[in-house]
């Protein structure tokens, strides 16, 4: 017992050093000012909190959680079919699905968000082969919309969403399956009553990472989205490193934290609920 305590003071340690400590100082900050040059002032202040109450703010965080959830939502029904393809796939099959998978991670980020500038401009490569088989008179603008925005998020944290499910689904014991098909269950309900709740945990992890990625990426709306598209974590970069405003800043972090682990606790008790059904009704 003394040995496995002692394994978790580095634990411990790099937690508090890079996690705890920063977080308290963003805390601290939210609650201070600003003097006319852009530097953090110690007398009291909840400027920071009241400015985020304007009708400007509250709109572009309400389409931040929007396009979050959204993403969420579509990462789930893209990649819930793909892991359990994949998860009752041959070896071989799950091996090479695995690598498909997990091979945009192999290129850089930036490189592969600015690869969909190329395909999705005005000159890119989409409006040029839609142009040449006359499928359109001209071009079409997807590039800096709302669309093109969530398309780069899709396709930036669907691995989030796939290698949580697939793990899921590969624990899931699957003679409960054979046992549901030998009393006369249909495939359909095999999947609701056995695979589904089976793979409760895939969901919930997955959903909570792509979400809490989404709702804190600023570079996919700058890169696709340009000056149209807004995210808060956009205003929390330029109140760092633009405007000079730090409590406003730090006070937008806290107020995002704060309502994506609320919104992440209802996300799990739901989950959990009707969990909970399903067992009471299988019962």
Not at 209 to 221: A, E, I, Q, W, Y
């Given at each position: 017992m003394n040995k496995s305590?002692?394994?978790?003071?580095?634990?411990?340690l790099w937690a508090a050093l890079f996690l705890l400590i920063p977080m308290l100082i963003v805390v601290v900050v939210s609650f201070l000012s600003r003097d006319t040059l852009g530097n953090v002032v110690f007398p009291f202040s909840l400027t920071g909190y009241k400015t985020f109450f304007d009708s400007l703010y509250l709109g572009?965080?309400?389409?931040?959680?929007?396009?979050?959830?959204?993403t969420t939502v579509v990462c789930l029904l893209v990649s819930y079919p793909l892991a359990y393809y994949i998860a009752n796939a041959t070896p071989?099959?799950?091996?090479?699905?695995?690598?498909?998978?997990?091979?945009?991670?192999?290129?850089?980020?930036?490189?592969?968000?600015?690869?969909?500038?190329?395909l999705?401009?005005?000159?890119?490569?989409?409006?040029?082969?839609?142009?040449?088989?006359?499928?359109?008179?001209?071009?079409?603008?997807?590039?800096?919309t709302k669309g093109a925005v969530l398309l780069g998020m899709v396709y930036n944290f669907i691995p989030f969403m796939v290698l949580p499910i697939y793990v899921a689904l590969e624990q899931m014991d699957k003679r409960l399956l054979d046992a549901a098909s030998d009393l006369g269950a249909t495939r359909w309900k095999a999947f609701r009553h056995i695979t589904l709740p089976q793979s409760k945990s895939g969901i919930m992890t997955?959903?909570?990472?792509?979400?809490?990625?989404?709702?804190?990426?600023?570079?996919?709306?700058?890169?696709?989205?340009?000056?149209k598209s807004m995210m808060i974590s956009n205003i929390?970069?330029?109140?760092?490193?633009?405007?000079?405003?730090?409590?406003?800043?730090?006070?937008?972090?806290?107020?995002?934290?704060v309502t994506s682990l609320i919104l992440i606790l209802l996300f799990n008790r739901a989950?959990?609920?009707?969990?909970?059904?399903?067992?009471?009704?299988?019962?």
């Open positions: 305590k002692f394994l978790m003071v580095p634990v411990l572009i965080y309400w389409d931040t959680l929007v396009l979050s959830v959204v071989r099959i799950q091996t090479w699905g695995l690598i498909l998978i997990t091979i945009p991670f192999w290129i850089n980020f930036l490189i592969r968000t600015y690869a969909w500038v190329l999705l401009r005005t000159q890119g490569i989409v409006n040029s082969v839609l142009l040449h088989f006359g499928w359109i008179h001209e071009p079409m603008q997807m590039l800096y997955g959903c909570v990472l792509v979400f809490v990625s989404t709702s804190g990426m600023f570079v996919v709306t700058d890169i696709l989205g340009g000056a929390i970069q330029s109140q760092y490193l633009g405007a000079r405003n730090w409590p406003f800043g730090s006070a937008l972090s806290i107020i995002f934290v989950m959990q609920s009707k969990a909970d059904r399903a067992k009471e009704g299988t019962a």
